[in-house]
T-cell receptor
Framework: DAGVIQSPRHEVTEMGQEVTLRCKPISGHNSLFWYRQTMMRGLELLIYFNNNVPIDDSGMPEDRFSAKMPNASFSTLKIQPSEPRDSAVYFC??????????????????FGPGTRLTVL | GNSVTQMEGPVTLSEEAFLTINCTYTATGYPSLFWYVQYPGEGLQLLLK?????DKGSNKGFEATYRKETTSFHLEKGSVQVSDSAVYFCALSDRAGANNLFFGTGTRLTVIP
């Protein structure tokens, strides 16, 4: 199992540019989460999907942020236009169905390595 | 509502010292409780979990007991190692069937030789 895959691992861009972060969840997992981590605000949940459907996007900071999950194996988080205050590490996590044959309990999430975004 | 409050860091200990990181929670239902660990430059990974009152989760020498009467889930380890240096997050999931987690702010642990 390759785990959750995120790309790119590092992104440096200039203010005003569009940024797209990508995530491939673990095969068979039906929930996907996007988080942002900064020193000032810690770990924040931005949005999560169940079965490719967005369930809660109340953590998305503003309209500049959007997330999609066109299929069970791929999700994107887009920032357009980017601003310096968007600089952070962005994590994607996936989770299997609780009580399924995986034996996992509700809430157990598997995190990717993160994308470190720097907006100049 | 649901929330987790954990001990503020940073915590610095000498190798082989005893570790306690306090965590208390507020939940509307019967949550499952977790400790996640984040090593430098990596994503979070599950350290241990407990799904009901009086359960004890354990892994890699770390332990935490689900205390419903005190709404606590304190993390302990009898003898820390330099390799335990990391950020530790307490978290809860608030109901059966829900995969979303409520995280604490994290506690940075540094273990010095």
């Amino acid at each position: 199992d390759a785990g959750v895959i995120q790309s790119p691992r590092h992104e440096v861009t200039e203010m005003g540019q569009e940024v797209t972060l990508r995530c491939k969840p673990i095969s068979g997992h039906n929930s996907l989460f996007w988080y942002r981590q900064t020193m000032m605000r810690g770990l924040e949940l931005l949005i999560y999907f169940n079965n490719n459907v967005p369930i809660d996007d109340s953590g998305m900071p503003e309209d500049r942020f959007s997330a999609k999950m066109p299929n069970a194996s791929f999700s994107t988080l887009k920032i357009q236009p980017s601003e310096p205050r968007d600089s952070a590490v962005y994590f994607c996590a996936s989770s299997p169905t609780p009580g399924s044959s995986s034996g996992r309990v509700s809430g157990e999430q598997f995190f990717g390595p993160g994308t470190r975004l720097t907006v100049l | 509502g649901n929330s987790v409050t954990q001990m503020e860091g940073p915590v610095t200990l000498s190798e082989e010292a005893f570790l306690t990181i306090n965590c208390t929670y507020t939940a509307t239902g019967y949550p499952s409780l977790f400790w996640y660990v984040q090593y430098p430059g990596e994503g979070l990974q599950l350290l241990l979990k407990a799904t009901k009152a009086d359960d004890k989760g354990s892994n890699k020498g770390f332990e935490a007991t689900y205390r419903k009467e005190t709404t606590s889930f304190h993390l302990e380890k009898g003898s820390v190692q330099v390799s335990d240096s990391a950020v530790y997050f307490c978290a809860l999931s608030d109901r059966a069937g829900a995969n979303n987690l409520f995280f604490g702010t994290g506690t940075r642990l540094t273990v010095i030789p």
